[in-house]
């Protein structure tokens, strides 16, 4: 398989910490036959800030794209893929661990033509299972795990499991259908809302791949979790 050319997209507040590990597991990727590119979008980006990750030496091209803190996530992260070179999409989270095979497993669904993105796996770490809420929402037994054992689908998954915090998208299906919804301002409902106009054509199918791994920590929640 010739593999498609990928653009990380990644919509985050300027914090240095967060960038360089999110770039570090983003150098970690395997690639050997994949040319990507890494796009942040960032919240409060100043000059020292910029400096500073610059000073990093990383395989890929890296740019940056400075935003007003106002600006929100979807607004954030259709600006990152107007200055995207490549044709395919994936979004990500400063927040996020990735698993180094990411790539090859996002792309290997693309095989398929009717393929117009593929949604990931999120995990939650071991610590944050302590909590009976959470370790709920890690859980096999709800959202799109859960859909995946029950029917054994990996074909779009219902709207309401849909995010797309480890998401990959055809750079021209995107486009088509004018990216994210900007006047949605309620944190992850412009997944949703993607996915519904995406899915709303049947040639158009979301892959749901449990292998493409990532695991989420936020700092929010690390310092409530602390508190108790």
């Known amino acids: 398989m010739t593999w498609p050319k990928v653009s990380i997209v990644i919509f985050a507040n300027a914090d240095p910490g967060a960038c360089v590990r999110v770039l570090t597991d983003c150098e970690r990727l395997e690639h050997e036959d994949i040319e990507f590119e890494v796009i942040m979008v960032l919240q409060g980006l100043t000059e020292k800030v910029e400096a500073v990750l610059k000073d990093y030496q990383f395989s890929f091209d890296l740019n940056f794209v400075s935003v007003g803190d106002a600006t929100n996530r979807a607004t954030g992260r259709n600006l990152g893929v107007s200055t995207a070179k490549n044709e395919i999409i994936l979004f990500l989270e ?11 497993r996002h792309l290997e669904a693309y095989e398929n033509e009717s393929t117009a993105a593929v949604m990931g796996e999120i995990y939650l770490p071991a610590f944050v299972k302590k909590n009976r809420w959470f370790r709920f929402l890690d859980s096999d037994y709800r959202s799109t795990r859960r859909w995946a054992a029950q029917t054994g689908s990996h074909s779009s998954p219902p709207l309401r499991y849909v995010n797309t915090s480890n998401f990959s998208i055809r750079k021209s299906v995107f486009e088509a259908f004018d990216g994210y919804a900007e006047h949605i301002d309620h944190h992850e409902a412009e997944d949703i809302d993607l996915a519904h ?16 791994l990532a695991y989420c920590l936020h700092n929010s929640l690390r310092k409530s979790l602390a508190l108790k």
């Open 197 to 212: 106009r995406i899915s709303a054509q049947s040639q158009n199918q979301i892959h749901y791949e449990p292998e493409a």
């Open 94 to 104: 400063s927040s996020l661990e990735i698993s180094p095979e990411l790539l090859y």
